[in-house]
């Protein structure tokens, strides 16, 4: 658990458990009566002192007390009525006379009289608020202004009356006659239904303990359990706990933000969060400078070393009955036989631990948990950038990216395609038919299908459970076959993630559900939901020749793969289209003509998908043309309900998904406005934020007075500093960090990225920041700081005895200027060839350069790293700059009479950027030099496989007439060659 949370409260957690998960002090009555053993206290009373009272604090010293309370509360006022009758009450204003008149015994009188009245009445109001304080279990009560040393008194009498009072209930509750019972003996059986379980709790002893099923959730922050209804408001937020005061110091909003975020201006957004929410103690936090301690404080999700609050289910001592689910028939939604048995059980776990999801407060938090609509998305983007120069992105699309490339899983949806062809190839080779799967549940060592109805025959190595309505295959039985994806077509086009739970990314197969399927519930997740369907469909790789029609979607989503995704406005024209395919394929089994030698792909799907629901007669024609009793390879997914639809599922504000057909509930994979709209700005040229919109574009000519700009360096390095120094630090290419000690394989991915980090930012970073950047998904304190400390000791320190990695005085983290970055030496270089006035020094600069750079930015990264590289905008810069060395040193040894380095500088340009032509016609230009005819037409040939594996890229005009003037085709072939 982070510090923040050590001197924290402990909640109770639900009754009815045999076992105690946190533990805290219990006097030897609590142990005596076994009875309650079990049981822990909940609500405010948490943060009282258990206790045996002490000896001392007798009966007769309560009822000393109790008097005292009675005598000044209530005998004050009595005898002062009494004696002096009420205060004196001015009827008017003052004269002059009354001014100036003498001051006799009258007037001492009532003024002392006011004084008491006084007295009394701020003493009373003191005790009140430690009586409410005391018996709502205050931890902290509210101060009385300028009523200190009352206060203190007022707190001691109502202590002793109290402290007494609980002595009392305790030495009866320890008495012999109150014999301990056993603990209630509970039994649960389970049934499940369309996912649903349903639990019924049998006691055999009385029912008051019995837990209800709400209470069967464990809410933890950290170690210690909060009680169900504050862990229900906070699950899946990062809580701060408030400190009890330090000597004279006080937590405070901006010192909170400081230590988590980075930046103590930050505590307003801290402030915004917790604003009139009732905190433990019954207060609210109405103003920024007044908190208490044990305060359980929202903050934002890029906080650091700050825990989330998780709900835990309890796992039952004996295994739960099997699902009972009756089949579906054709007449109930869904309408294929048996969907649903194999998910019921499966998903009703799915349902109890969707409540523990983290919530994200980030923009984009709906990209950091999309794992593979995330990686199909990130895929998308990376491949346009190979083919051309993309936009200067702004600020929103940077942090866009970064939630991107933090939630993107690619490795899974390689392993989920890999695993689906091998599965399409070994059926393919057994002469057997695919598996009817309506769901996949993938994991990373794992992927696991449903059927129905069930089959038997899996071939090997999947293995088969629950009578064969499961197959699951681990990750480790299946041979990697680098030539399957290419050979065997995709068996189920139609998988599309709906969501996760836990770490699970659970998918349906579209085509399973033979008819139109609806999503409805809150308007704008639904709309966000059926916009991610629609983008993952487009852009997954365990789909071929699929085709996505959308319509009331936004148009921009036409950026990421048009070849895929075709936005329409109206799909009425496209109807007898589709009639016509449905009328092809009727009375064929989907799945069969998939494996069968040369028909895989005729039984490709064809998707609509409407942002916005049909009505009328439209509605009808969509119904007609996707209802099947069997799979189909056409299907209808909507926004809103229609009638006759086969699959209903639903979606609330927070994001919940249920398919009740399937039995599924999950955290919904969801596609925002915001979020397209940066996602669009990153690679769309129209919404550039470039501020420099006459820059370079890919494929024009790199003019001198347009060429990009070098970014200035705090020192000028060379490469006989960058080969000599203590510490070594390589991003152009694979990301390298070399220092004189080692670190533990297992340390060195961690320790290298906080380096990189580090060294991009020479200014410092503090380590909240640096924590945020590198554990986005959040880290406890003590796991930060120790190992930030293990990255000192592997960087090493000077002969002096300094560190390399150092702590500023305002506590940033920033590396020695010993440290040396192998950008800044290319960018002192780049620098120089800009200054000096022959070409001959210029080339040795550009070639020391391009020497330096061994590839782009982060070339080989480790998956799931390096995500905040985006902010420091250094892949663009750094692949516009290489690329304008390479060509500008290719143009200077090429006229210089030097083709050989001409074409060498463009080869390392094009490591940087495989598909700029500009570079490509520089490699034209001098292997003609060198080779004549015959270097052309092999540049010609590797330049054409070249763009044709990035993705089809076209030749442009001028790389096609410079081949057509060297190598005449007398048919303009070069224009076809990608």
């Not at 049934?191 to 649903?196: I, W």
Request: hydrophobic share 45%; charged share 25%; aromatic share 4%.
């Amino acid at each position: 658990m982070s510090d923040n949370g050590s001197r924290g409260r402990r909640a109770a957690r639900p009754q009815g458990r045999t076992t105690e998960r946190t533990s805290r002090p219990v006097s030897p009555v609590e142990a005596s009566a076994t009875a309650t053993a079990s049981l822990r206290e909940t609500g405010p009373q948490r943060f009282q002192q258990r206790g045996v009272p002490e000896a001392r604090r007798s009966l007769p010293q309560a009822l000393a007390a109790g008097f005292a309370l009675a005598l000044l509360v209530i005998g004050v006022p009595v005898a002062l009525l009494i004696l002096g009758g009420p205060p004196p009450i001015p009827t008017s204003l003052p004269g002059r006379d009354d001014l100036t008149a003498t001051i006799g015994p009258e007037q001492l009188v009532g003024v002392l009289l006011w004084i008491v009245w006084l007295a009394w009445l701020q003493f009373t109001i003191c005790v009140l608020t430690e009586l409410r304080s005391a018996v709502r279990g205050v931890g902290l009560p509210s101060r009385v202004p300028l009523s200190g040393p009352t206060q203190r008194f007022a707190r001691a009498l109502v202590a002793s009356v109290l402290v007494a009072t609980a002595a009392v209930g305790q030495a009866a509750a320890a008495a012999p006659a109150a014999a301990p019972e056993a603990p209630p003996t509970t039994t649960i059986s389970a049934e499940a239904y369309d996912g649903q379980a349903d639990v019924t709790v049998q006691q055999e002893a009385p029912p008051a303990a019995a837990p209800a099923a709400s209470e069967e959730v464990e809410y933890r922050l950290g170690d210690m359990v909060l009680d169900p209804e504050e862990g229900a408001e906070l699950v899946g937020q990062k809580v701060y706990i408030v400190q009890p005061p330090d000597g004279r110091y006080h937590d405070n909003l901006w010192d909170i933000a400081e230590r988590t975020l980075g930046d103590g201006r930050r505590y307003q957004e801290i402030f915004e969060l917790n604003r009139g929410r009732e905190q433990p103690d019954g207060h609210e936090l109405s103003l920024a400078r007044l908190i208490y301690p044990n305060w359980l404080l929202i903050v934002p999700a890029d906080a650091a070393g700050v825990d989330v609050v998780t709900a835990e289910t309890p796992v039952a001592e004996t295994p739960p009955a099997p699902p009972a689910t009756p089949p579906l028939t054709p007449d109930q939604p869904g309408g294929q036989e048996g969907i649903g048995e194999a998910g019921a059980g499966l998903f009703a776990d799915f349902v109890a631990t969707g409540e523990a999801e983290a919530v994200n407060t980030n923009p984009h938090a709906g990209l950091i948990d999309a794992g593979l609509l995330a990686a199909g998305l990130l895929a998308s983007l990376e491949l346009i950038r190979r083919r051309r120069r993309t936009p200067e992105p702004g600020d929103d699309e940077v942090e866009a990216e970064v939630a991107l490339r933090i939630g993107a899983d690619p490795d899974r949806a390689r392993w989920l395609d890999y695993a689906l062809r091998h599965l399409a190839a070994s059926c393919q080779e057994a002469g057997r038919p695919l598996p009817p799967v309506y769901t996949a549940v993938v994991e990373s060592a794992s992927v696991e299908l449903l059927l129905a109805p069930a089959r038997v025959d899996a071939p090997e190595p999947w293995t088969v459970l629950d009578e064969g309505r499961r197959w699951i295959v681990a990750r480790s039985d299946i041979a990697v076959d680098p030539e399957l994806r290419g050979r065997v077509l995709a068996p189920y086009p139609g998988l599309v993630s709906l969501g996760r739970s836990g770490d699970r990314d659970v998918l349906v197969d579209l085509e399973a559900a033979g008819g139109p399927i609806c999503i409805d519930g809150d308007p704008e997740a639904t709309f966000e939901v059926v916009t991610a369907l629609a983008v993952e469909l487009a852009t997954n790789q365990w789909s071929d020749h699929l085709r996505v029609t959308a319509d009331g979607l936004p148009e921009t989503l036409g950026v990421f793969d048009p070849g895929r995704l075709r936005l329409v406005d109206g799909v009425e024209p496209l109807l007898p289209e589709l009639a016509a395919r449905r009328a092809d394929r009727l009375g064929a089994d989907v799945l069969t003509g998939r494996v069968r030698p040369g028909g895989a792909g005729h039984w490709m799907p064809e998707y609509l998908v409407l942002g916005t629901p049909p009505t009328g007669e439209l509605a009808e024609q969509l119904v007609a043309l996707t209802d099947a009793a069997g799979r189909s390879p056409l299907g209808v997914i909507c926004a809103g309900d229609v009638p006759g639809a086969r699959w209903r599922i639903h979606v609330d504000a927070a994001g919940t998904l249920e398919l009740p057909a399937l039995g599924l509930s999950v955290r919904a994979n969801q596609l925002s406005w915001r979020s397209i709209e940066a996602l669009v700005g990153l690679v769309d040229p129209d919404r550039s934020n470039d501020p420099d919109p006459a820059g370079p574009n890919f494929n024009e000519a790199w003019l001198p007075e347009i060429r990009p700009e070098v970014p200035q360096v705090r020192t000028l390095v060379t490469e006989a500093e960058l080969a000599t120094a203590p510490v070594r630090v390589y991003i152009l290419g694979p990301v390298v960090v070399q220092a004189r000690t080692e670190i533990e394989a297992e340390r060195r991915a961690l320790a290298t990225e906080i380096v990189v980090h580090l060294a991009l930012n020479r200014e410092g970073v503090h380590p909240t920041v640096l924590a945020a950047a590198v554990w986005p998904r959040g880290v406890t304190a003590a796991v930060r700081e120790s190992t930030f400390a293990r990255v000192r000791e592997w960087l090493g320190f000077d002969r002096a005895g300094s560190p390399y990695l150092l702590t500023t005085e305002d506590g940033r983290l920033k590396l020695s200027e010993n440290v040396v970055l192998d950008w800044d030496v290319v960018c002192a270089l780049l620098s120089q060839a800009r200054q000096v006035r022959r070409p001959s020094e210029e080339a040795d600069l550009l070639r020391r350069a391009l020497r330096v750079a061994r590839g782009p930015v982060l070339s080989e990264r480790p998956q799931g790293r390096y995500a905040w590289i985006a902010r420091a905008r250094v892949e663009r810069s750094a692949s516009d700059l290489l690329v304008d060395a390479a060509h500008r040193l290719s143009v200077i040894t090429r006229d210089g009479g030097d083709p050989a380095t001409a074409a060498a500088a463009a080869r390392a340009g094009l490591r940087v950027r495989p598909a700029e032509q500009l570079l490509w016609r520089d490699l034209i230009l001098a292997q003609h030099a060198v080779d004549g005819r015959g270097g052309v037409m092999a540049v010609e040939g590797e330049m054409s496989e070249t763009l044709t594996g990035i993705g089809g890229i076209e030749l442009a005009p001028e790389t096609a007439a410079l081949l057509e003037e060297l190598v005449p085709s007398n048919g303009g072939r070069h224009r076809d060659l990608a």
